[in-house]
């Protein structure tokens, strides 16, 4: 079954659930910013206005928000 397209805005709560929600707040306000830069043709060619575009990317996964513990575990690990 396809989703609705007013769905798609809905997030299920989930007490597994680790990303920090200012954190992804954040990443989707500098993509929506990113966006509006965009020139007049580029813009047009997008399905919604920048700032739903840049939450439906967030919420279907297309742009991952990764925490800072993550990076910095990574980076402890490489330097090992």
Not at 5 to 27: A, D, P
Request: charged content about 35%; cysteine-free; hydrophobic content about 30%.
């Amino acid at each position: 079954m396809e989703k609705k397209e007013y769905l798609k805005m809905m997030e299920e709560h989930s007490s597994n659930n680790t990303i920090n929600l200012f954190q992804k707040v954040h990443v989707t306000a500098k993509r929506a910013k990113s966006l509006y830069e965009l020139d007049e043709p580029s813009k047009a060619s997008l399905n919604h206005k920048p700032t739903f575009q840049a939450i439906l990317e967030t919420n279907e996964g297309k742009i991952r928000v990764v925490s800072k513990s993550a990076e910095e575990t990574e980076t402890t690990n490489e330097d090992e």
